[in-house]
């Protein structure tokens, strides 16, 4: 069965300093994703990672894959308070037709 | 374009009742996934519609059913309602199976077992 796990859970920061989530799986797919969500809110696509070595940059944000060391991670640079929000990893393993997911880690931007 | 729509937005329900929830797919999908996420949890995947069929299922009950519809729409089903059904649940929709197109979620549906 596949396991995807997220480190940490819970994650507080202060604005304008960095930091990385981690997300471990436990198959070899190549496809990796990654979603936002606000409370009481859907799921929002940041990134599709496709193939080892993938990275991904939108404004803040950050994605890279590593197949290999079936690791992804999301690095959140100089945080803003606009960043709080529950971030979610997924791992979509071919064959299985579905996403699986990590925990989540909830991200809190502290002034 | 719409994209994924699902209806009703909030339910509550009492425990032994049935619910019934909606989806929409995106323009141009036909493939529909359905996912619970309970409160503070990560969705979970619950089944897949293609061509009217379920073709993968996770580890739900039976009381979990569905259809798909000819315009690639479907619903879920839940009977005998309990307490942790309580949840949001997460229809996604994406092009055809057994590939790596993009699943995009809709907005979910609230639904309360009191």
């Known amino acids: 069965e596949l396991k995807v796990e997220q480190n940490p859970l819970f994650l507080s920061m202060q604005e304008g300093k960095n930091y990385t989530i981690y997300c471990n799986y436990s198959?070899?797919?190549?496809?990796l994703y990654w979603y936002r969500q606000d409370p009481g809110k859907s799921l929002e696509s940041l990134f599709v990672l496709l193939s080892n070595g993938a990275v991904k940059q939108e404004g803040r944000l950050m994605a890279s894959l590593d197949t290999k060391a079936r690791l992804s991670t999301l690095h959140i640079t100089a945080a803003v308070h606009d960043l709080s929000a529950t971030y979610f990893c997924a791992v979509d393993d071919f064959g299985n037709e579905k996403l699986t997911f990590g925990t989540g880690t909830r991200l809190t931007i502290i002034p | 374009d719409a994209g994924v729509t699902q209806s009703p937005t909030h339910l509550i329900k009492t425990r032994g009742q049935q619910v019934t929830l909606r989806c929409s797919p995106k323009?141009?999908?036909?493939?529909v996934s359905w996912y619970q996420q309970a409160l503070g949890q990560g969705p979970q995947f619950i089944f897949q519609?293609?061509?009217?069929?379920?073709?993968q299922r996770g580890n739900f009950p039976d009381r979990f059913s569905g259809h798909q519809f000819p315009n690639y729409s479907s619903e879920l089903n839940v009977n005998a309602l309990l307490l942790g059904d309580s949840a949001l649940y997460l229809c996604?929709?994406?092009?055809?199976?057994?590939?790596?197109?993009?699943?995009?979620f809709g907005p979910g549906t609230r639904l309360t077992v009191l």
């Open positions: 996604a929709s994406r092009a055809g199976v057994f590939n790596y197109n993009e699943q995009f």
């Open positions: 519609y293609y061509e009217e069929e379920e073709r």
């Open positions: 198959t070899t797919s190549d496809r």
């Open positions: 323009s141009g999908h036909d493939t």
